[in-house]
């Protein structure tokens, strides 16, 4: 299960293979949103005898400590390591934008994590800051990709500021500027930033963009055209958090049931049951 600020998802694995997947907004209330959302994810298989049938769960995301009956919690930027080398087997940088943080994860030749970079101290970067400014624009997010294509060129935003932005898109909007461009200004804003995420830990391909942002075409337009690279959207791309939560599950269900087998690769495993 990935907790995220905005968002919580659960992945349900079956014979090393996902069998189901569920989404919904957290709510204020963590602990009761994970029971729901497992509760939900499990309801969509009718043979499986409800949480009895669940054999290790693994939670991750932002509130992972308010998974009950989780066996282990594990960091995000390790889930989201795991969980985008499964769903692209080639992804070697891994861009994650989420509700209220991104990261940027450069992987090494076995998809370890070899360096990180996290922003969740702003809201500059992340969904949330698209979110205000669709508001603000009267435009769903699922818009912004359509749009972003029809703009002949993308407008200055120069604040990475989330407020001092929003007050320059109301100023654009009363100059007459028309959404599009603004839209595509937008994008190339977030992609920005992350850019500059990127650069401290080193591009390398494939680029694996995952995360809730992920699923808005401009920002993917955007941040292949700023980073000068193919940008990889997996069709789960919001799941990635979850599926690395669910890989890891699995294998310390398998290294449960064969004592003495290695339980899995993540870091904190790794320093405690060696490679
Ligand atoms: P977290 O794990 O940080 O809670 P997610 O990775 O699930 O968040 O991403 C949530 C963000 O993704 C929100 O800001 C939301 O607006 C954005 N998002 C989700 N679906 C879409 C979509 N179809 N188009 C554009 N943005 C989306």
Redesign the pocket.
Known sequence: M?I????T?AVIFKDGRPVARWAMP?GVDQRRTAQECLDAAIATLPGLPGLRGIVCLVAT?YGRSQVAGAQRAVTEITCHARGARMLVESARLVVDI????SKVIRLDDNGMVADFIMNDKCAAGT??F??VMADRLGVP??E?GRLWRRAREAAQISSTCTVFAESEVVSLLSRGVAREPIIRGLCDAVADRLVGMVRRVGLVHDVVMT???S??EGMRLSLAKKLGAKVIVPEES?FA?AFGAAVIAWELAEADSRPGARACACAPCVRRFGR
């Open positions: 990935d995220g600020s905005t968002a998802k957290t995301g989420g509700g209220q943080d969904g949330r698209l979110e997010l699922s912004f995360g809730g942002v699923q808005n919001q958090g």
